[in-house]
Each structure stands twice: as C-alpha cells, then as structure tokens.
C-alpha cells in the first residue's frame, strides 16, 4: 500500500485530490465571504475554485515531474559508486550489466548470488525509497503552498475569472510553441543526418538516379572517397515512383467512393439510413492496417492475379494494384466522414436560393454545394494523400519490397516509408550510408509533402474567397 502511495501515479493522485478538494473549499469560502461582507463577487464562484486547483494542480505536477527526472541519475550515479567501492577491480564491460543486477534485486526480481550483491540491492531500495519518501514531502508541501497562496488572494474584489482566462491563454501560448519547437526539432534531427549521407553520396545521383539497391549493411564509418559500388546505389526515383504510384492508384479508389457516399449522406439519405451507413463506414477507421495488409495479401492480390491470368495479362504476386486497392479502401472512411461533414456545413441558404430559381436537386448540389464546400473537400482530399503516402504495413505484404522503376500496376514496388523502415531495423551500423540514407528519404518526403499541403492550402484559401 505504502509503495503505490509513493509512487508517480500515488503522488499524482494525491495532488488530483489535493486539486479538487481546493476548489470546493474555495467555492465555499468565496461564497461565505460575499454573505458575510454583504457583496457580490467579481466573478462566479466557480472561478475562484478553479484558480485555486491550478495553484495547488500545476507547480506541484511541475515539481513532481522534474524531481522524478532529476532523482534518476542521482540513483545512477549513487549505485555506480556503491559497486565501484565494492568491486574496485570489476571491468568495465560489466559495469551496466552489474548495476541492471542490483536494481533487479532491489525489486525482487532476481535472487542476489553473493553477499556483496544483496548488500547493495538493499542499498539501493533504501536509497530509492528515501527518494520517494522526500519527493512525495516536497510535492506535498508545493500543493499545500499553493492553497495557501490562492486562499491569501481570493477575495469577493479578485477578479478570478480574468485570472484564470490569463492562465489558459498562457498554457495555450506554451502548447504551441511546444508543438513548433517539436517540429523543427524533428526537421532538424532528419537534416542534419541527411547532411551527412549526402557528404558521402552524391546529392544528385540521390535525387536522379534510377537504381536504389542499398546493399552495405556495414561500414565503419562515413568516408567521402569510398566507390560507389562500396556505398551501394541510392537512386531514389524507383522508390518515389513506386510511392505515388500506390497513392494514385489508393485516391482513384477512395476519392470517388467518399465522395459519393458523404453527397448521398449528406443531401439525399434520409436520417435514419444517414445514421445507418455513416456508423458502418466509420467502423473501417478502426481495422488496424495489419489487418488489411492480410486482407491485401491472402485475398486481393490473389484476385487480381486470378483475374489477369484469365485475361492473359502477367500480374505479380505482389503488386501496387493490390496494395493500392486496399489502401484506397483503408482511406474511404476518412474522406467521407470529413467530406460530409463539409458538405453538410455549406448554408441552406445557398440552397434555398439555388431552388428559388428553379434549379434541381441535381444542380443545387453540381452547381452550388460542392463548388462552395470544393476549398474543404479539398483537405479531406489532402488527409487521404498523406494517409496513403505514409502507409507501410499493407505495402510490405501486398507490394513487395524491390524498387522497381515502373508505371505498371500488377507489377511488385515499394514505397519510401517501406524502405525506411528497412533500412532502420536489423543488424546494420548506424553511420552506414544504408542507415544515413533513411534520413534522406525522410527529408525527401517531408519536404514534398510541405509543399504538396502548401499547394492545397493556397488553392482552398483562393476558392474560398470566390464563395465568401
């Protein structure tokens, strides 16, 4: 009981309760203090009780969660000195093997093979409890500090309410530049490793070049005046082509289906079948890609295949009809969820008008609807793309891994997101060329997706003042 009240999770649910307990306090005491001074407060009394939760919830879950990142290398190092002292002549390959060994005796599960050992196992548990013990004190106080000095300040004349909205624009300022900081982190860390691949491999035989066979898996290191035959050939355009051929043959399946089924939901279904199909099609956001990758494997590209072959047509076992196929059936329920829900946004208005003037159902919808929802759709249209351009699960089973340079659907591609993940996973060196070349694909296309979402935003955003 008294390890789960030190835990993270006790001590969070203890500064929880801490939180909520405050702001009924405080609701009551702003309360008792207007009757009793006989005037009303500056804002309701449920502002007063949030601005007291936050003062008790946010600087302790702050100093929780910096002492619980602190106190760990201070355990780290502690130990590592208590089993130097210990062990003086121990090597240091053994070292972090030694150290995981303690740990696993002080949590029980491991037996100690020697004194010594369980000697510093119980060290370390009574050094990692006073810790808890010395956090849970801190975090507690912090909480109890801050109900202190929310009860000091509330008063019927505290403006709570503007407090309180000046504290969540601050959280949201913080939460952005978070999420952009992140961003430019991630572009940054692609970057940067791209930088050094392409120190070692020419920029444009990369970006130009028709063979990608990355087929060094070590290498000790980056050197510029290696062959190209020893770094292997990293020309991009089979597996760039092979990625759009999937995205192009996964929209041609998805568009036209949500699109029409999210015009039928929106403009012609009645409720109840509205309520029916959209439920139904939303189920298929839910199917893991795994499982569409069987599908795509075990049915799709076996039919297809079955299907060529009666026409006389060579189709592969693995090929980018099937998995764009199934792809495009992954993506529909996006597009349609989204595109009914803009459609359904455009004014009745423009409707009523378009009928005013004798236009039919068809009309209204050709002619007014989709021109006017046409800057939405377009997004929906965006977040399938991307949807596609980033799978990799129904690729790998249904489209084979080989770069092939082709335009041909019943024939075995890849994709880029397939071969990072191959070129990531196994047994390979790190500054490999093989290995940096993943960063240069990803970069690639990042950078071709910015601009593709860049396109489409600056074609919805002048759509959309035609229809303003």
Known sequence: MLDALFSFGGIFFLIASLAVGSFFFSKRRIIGMAQTMGTKPHSLAVYYGFYAAIWVF??????????????????????????????????????????????????????????????????????????????????????????????????????SRIALETFLKRL????????????????????????????AYNFFDFFFGTHWAPNVAFNSGIKTDESAETLGSFGMVPVMAGTLLIAVIAMAVAVPVGLFSAIYMAEFASKRVRDFIKPTLEVLAGIPTVVYGFFAALTAAPFFRSIGLNLGMDVSSQSALAAGAVMGVMIIPFISSLSDDVISAVPQSLRDGAYGLGSTKGEVVTKVVLPAALPGLIGAFLLGISRAIGETMIVVMAAGVSANLTANPLESVTTVTVQIVMLLTGDTVFDSPKTLSAFALGITLFVATLMLNIGALTAARRLGEKYD
């Not at 130990?79 to 390959?93: C, E, R, V």
């Not at 939460?175 to 392409?198: D, K, P």
């Open 58 to 159: 946010v600087p302790a879950i702050l100093v929780l969660m910096v002492f619980t990142t602190a106190t760990k290398p201070f355990l780290e190092h502690y130990i590592l000195q208590a089993l130097m002292t210990a062990q003086p002549n121990l090597p240091d390959s053994f070292v972090a093997l030694k150290v995981a060994q303690i740990k696993n005796i002080a949590n029980g599960f491991v037996a100690a093979d020697s004194d010594v050992m369980a000697a510093l196992g119980q060290d370390y548990l009574k050094a990692e409890r006073m810790v808890e013990q010395l956090r849970l004190a801190v975090v507690m106080l912090i909480g109890l500090v801050g109900l202190g000095v929310a009860t000091f300040r509330i008063s019927p004349q505290f403006k």
């Open 172 to 199: 949201f300022f913080v939460s952005a530049v978070i999420a952009i900081l992140t961003t430019i982190g991630i572009v940054a860390s692609l970057l940067f490793e791209a930088l050094r691949f392409f120190a």
